[in-house]
């Protein structure tokens, strides 16, 4: 049972290493030929066609909330070192590959599509979509940004839901509830008087 889950793990990380460095290639070739222009060599338009960019729909998520938890670092040497420190060289590879397929989508991919697909564009136009795309980008590549607090505000229940949990704690039996707890011996030996059971303190044991 043992050796078919290892080699199950072992499939799954060739599958998930493979998947990774075809995104990070594929998004390397789109931030110099843009989307929509897939090369005509059959190996090179394998390894880099657009389709691997669905990827970035997983990897954006996950690589922007560890950027703003100050999780992972956006600086693609830092990721490395932290990542190889912990885990060897291989996480360390995987998360210099995660880092800058992830910058390069926030940072240019975008304005730089929608600039090549529109060869009439004025300069004006481009200069701005080219400006807002790094803004916004640099905005997510910072801990702790303005879009990350929105959300983990939206994400807080609301007072209906609190109330609720309120009240299921409050009906819910405490732990000290469940444990018997022993009676206190307030008359002991200490004060001279011996209690013993089904004898009242007040009453003269008889002989």
């Given at each position: 049972?043992?050796?078919?889950s290892?080699?199950?793990?072992v499939?799954?990380?060739?599958?998930?290493?493979?998947?990774?460095v075809?995104t990070?290639?594929?998004?390397?070739?789109?931030a110099i030929?843009?989307?929509?222009?897939?090369?005509?060599n059959?190996?090179?338009?394998?390894?880099?066609?657009d389709?691997?960019a669905?990827?970035?729909f997983?990897?954006?998520?996950?690589?922007?909330?560890?950027?703003?938890?100050?999780?992972?670092?956006?600086?693609?040497?830092?990721a490395?070192?932290?990542?190889?420190?912990?885990?060897?060289?291989?996480?360390?590879i995987?998360?210099?590959?995660?880092?800058?397929?992830?910058?390069?989508?926030?940072?240019?991919?975008?304005a730089?599509?929608?600039?090549?697909n529109?060869?009439?564009?004025?300069?004006?136009?481009?200069?701005?979509?080219?400006?807002?795309?790094?803004?916004?980008?640099?905005?997510?590549?910072?801990?702790?940004?303005?879009?990350?607090?929105?959300?983990?505000?939206l994400?807080?229940?609301?007072?209906?839901?609190?109330?609720?949990q309120?009240?299921?704690?409050?009906?819910?039996?405490?732990?000290?509830?469940?444990?018997?707890?022993r009676?206190r011996?307030?008359?002991?030996?200490?004060?001279?008087i011996?209690?013993?059971?089904?004898?009242?303190?007040?009453?003269?044991?008889?002989?």
């Open positions: 049972m043992n050796t078919i290892n080699a199950l793990d499939v799954l990380q060739g599958v998930v290493s493979v998947a990774l075809c990070f290639l594929a998004s390397l070739r789109i030929s843009g989307l929509g222009h897939v090369p005509e059959v190996a090179v338009a394998f390894f880099t066609h389709l691997w669905v990827s970035v997983l990897l954006l998520p996950m690589s922007v909330g560890q950027f703003a938890r100050h999780e992972l670092s956006p600086l693609p040497w830092l490395f070192s932290r990542a190889a420190a912990r885990h060897g060289i291989v996480d360390g995987f998360s210099l590959l995660d880092v800058l397929t992830v910058v390069l989508w926030l940072l240019w991919i975008p730089h599509s929608y600039v090549l529109r060869p009439g564009l004025d300069r004006r136009t481009a200069l701005l979509a080219r400006s807002l795309n790094l803004s916004f980008g640099l905005l997510l590549l910072t801990p702790h940004n303005t879009v990350y607090k929105i959300l983990d505000w994400s807080v229940p609301g007072p209906v839901d609190a109330s609720r309120h009240e299921r704690g409050r009906n819910q039996p405490s732990n000290y509830c469940l444990q018997p707890t009676p011996n307030l008359l002991g030996p200490e004060y001279g011996t209690v013993r059971a089904g004898v009242s303190a007040a009453e003269p044991q008889s002989s």
